[in-house]
């Protein structure tokens, strides 16, 4: 724990430096900071900060830069905020006017997000396990290979490839197809359903073998993770100039299971930098909460650079994971 000056030394480098994106000089922090003492102190200050890992010097005349470390104090001391009352007022508008399926929502509460912040937004579906079934489809690949889709009533979709063990005309795998649509819609998505055995033993050899591969396919989906949903990507030139940095997150972007891990659901809000993230080495800030529905449990964030504005992205983020959670209670 920094002493009191030291720590508001460090708040007001970090919010100088998020406000211009240029090294912070001494004038600046006495400027931003209502500290009585001079430009002497504070730059000793600095170079204590320095010293101890919280701040670099690019040049030797030139002010100091904050590191991951004075954004990790910075952030981990941050005070409560409100967003501006235009952002209110566009959350509510939108969460008061949208009647949308599911996964139609969740797309459009990630563009939301980024509107909001100006930043890459992202949305994890909760997993589908308790979603009731609509409609089930069986679509022929090949002769021994099929697709398992599944609609929820939520309008959500699960789909998994199987493998049949002898193949199939379309007219026997639409008879399996209306078997597991006769016992599983209606029924919740992953529910330990049982069909009935003489009925199954009555088969054909290849529709039973059918049905025992959508059976199985079907379980696969329900326990697949969650959808995930990106909005706001055409910002990423305008918010990292550095195009390394740009490539490195659409890598991470295209890549639903490393999305997920980085939106690791917690109940309380998530903050995490690349260097605390594995295989993550570029200039990158992700802001989460999680949210709750009755299949489980969702992520709302925000990726973006270190020099993003915590104070409304923090609000946005968790003003819009509780409206998220109210939508979604209210509709199920």
Known sequence: MLEDRRSEIL???????????EPVSSRAVAERT?????????????AA????????????SAGRVPTANAYRYYVDHLGPARLKFAAQAKIATFFGDVHLELSKLLKATSDLLAEVTDLPAVVVAPGLIGDKVRSVHAVQITADQVLLVAVTEGGRVAQQRGRLRAPVTPSELEEAQALIAEYHVGKSLGAD????????????????????????????????GGEVFVGGTQRLGAVWHDLSAVSKV???????????????AEQETSIHFASE????DADVAVVSKSYESLTGG???GVIGPMRMNYRRVI??????????EEQISQTS
Request: proline share 4%; charged share 25%.
């Open 193 to 224: 359903v049982k069909l009935p055995e003489e009925r199954v033993r009555s088969l054909a050899g290849p529709v039973r073998e059918a049905v025992l591969t959508l059976v199985d396919a079907l379980h696969l989906a329900a326990s697949a």
């Open 34 to 46: 209502r500290l009585q003492v001079s430009t002497a102190t504070i730059r000793n200050d600095l």
């Open 250 to 264: 659409l890598e991470v972007l295209e890549r639903e299971a490393e999305i997920m891990a980085l939106l690791a």
């Open 277 to 280: 993230l594995p295989e993550m």
């Open 11 to 21: 708040k007001a480098l970090v919010e100088e430096h998020i406000r211009t994106g």
């Open 49 to 60: 900060l320095e010293a101890e890992g919280f701040a670099v010097q690019p040049h030797t």
């Open 315 to 324: 609000s946005a983020v968790e003003e819009i994971s509780r409206e998220l």
């Open 298 to 300: 969702g992520s709302v």
